[in-house]
T-cell receptor, first 117, second 114 residues
Framework: NAGVTQTPKFQVLKTGQSMTLQCAQD?????MSWYRQDPGMGLRLIHY???????DQGEVPNGYNVSRSTTEDFPLRLLSAAPSQTSVYFC????????????????FGPGTRLTVT | GENVEQHPSTLSVQEGDSAVIKCTYS??????FPWYKQELGKGPQLIID?????GEKKDQRIAVTLNKTAKHFSLHITETQPEDSAVYFC?????????????FGTGTRLQVTL
C-alpha cells in the first residue's frame, strides 16, 4: 500500500490564484481530513469527510472547498489564494470499526508546502 | 469547542534520560487521546494513544497516562535516544466513532543530546 499520498509537495501561488491540492489513500478508509500546520499553532482541521459524498467543516474552513466523490480521493481547493493561506497542508485518513464505537489511528500524508505571495 | 494545551514547547534531555510532555484538554466529553511524532519534512505519525476508559498505557520505552478528573494526559519517554529527537503533538477527540475531528496541541520540540 502507498498509504496517503499528496501532490504537489511544494507550490508557490500569487494572491488571487486558485489551485487544488490532491490527496489519495489506498487503504479503503472511510474518514479523510485536511489540516494546516503553522509555526507555534499545531495542526488545525480545515475540512473532513466521513465517507463518499459527505463533507463537513472543521476549525478553519474559510477560503477552502472540498468534495468527496470517491472513497480514495479528497481534494482541497483554494478558490482565491491569500498570503494567510501560506502553510503546510496535511491530508489524513482513518478507519472506523462501527462495532467498537471508537476512533482509529489517523494516517498522515507527507504534506504540501504552499507559499502565497 | 475543544482546546488542548501542551507544555513545554521545547525540551532538551541527555541521551538515556527521561522526557515528559504534558497536555490538558477542556472538553470533558473527549474520549480519545493520541500522541504523534513528526520528523523534519514528514507528516505526523502515531506513536501511542489512549482511550478514556484506560488510565495508563505502555509500549516499550513510551507510556501515556490519563487523568480524566483533571483533564490531563502525559507522554513519558524513558531511556531517550538521539532518534527520539522530533516534534511531538498531543491531540484529543470528543466525537465517538469519528477519528477525523482531532484537536491538536501546539507541539513540543524534543532534542536528545549525546
Amino acid at each position: 500500500n502507498a498509504g496517503v499520498t499528496q501532490t504537489p509537495k511544494f507550490q508557490v501561488l500569487k494572491t488571487g490564484q486558485s489551485m487544488t491540492l490532491q490527496c489519495a489513500q489506498d487503504m479503503n478508509h472511510e474518514y479523510m481530513s485536511w489540516y494546516r500546520q503553522d509555526p507555534g499553532m499545531g495542526l488545525r482541521l480545515i475540512h473532513y469527510s466521513v465517507g463518499a459524498g459527505i463533507t463537513d467543516q472543521g476549525e478553519v474552513p474559510n477560503g477552502y472547498n472540498v468534495s468527496r466523490s470517491t472513497t480514495e480521493d479528497f481534494p482541497l481547493r483554494l478558490l482565491s489564494a491569500a498570503p494567510s493561506q501560506t502553510s503546510v497542508y496535511f491530508c489524513a485518513s482513518s478507519y472506523r470499526d462501527s462495532s467498537l464505537r471508537a476512533p482509529y489511528e489517523q494516517y498522515f500524508g507527507p504534506g504540501t508546502r504552499l507559499t502565497v505571495t | 469547542g475543544e482546546n488542548v494545551e501542551q507544555h513545554p514547547s521545547t525540551l532538551s534531555v541527555q541521551e538515556g534520560d527521561s522526557a515528559v510532555i504534558k497536555c490538558t484538554y477542556s472538553d470533558s466529553a473527549s474520549n480519545y487521546f493520541p500522541w504523534y511524532k513528526q520528523e523534519l519534512g514528514k507528516g505526523p505519525q502515531l506513536i501511542i494513544d489512549i482511550r478514556s476508559n484506560v488510565g495508563e498505557k505502555k509500549d516499550q520505552r513510551i507510556a501515556v497516562t490519563l487523568n480524566k478528573t483533571a483533564k490531563h494526559f502525559s507522554l513519558h519517554i524513558t531511556e531517550t535516544q538521539p532518534e527520539d529527537s522530533a516534534v511531538y503533538f498531543c491531540a484529543a477527540s470528543n466525537t465517538p466513532g469519528t477519528a477525523s475531528k482531532l484537536t491538536f496541541g501546539t507541539g513540543t520540540r524534543l532534542q536528545v543530546t549525546l
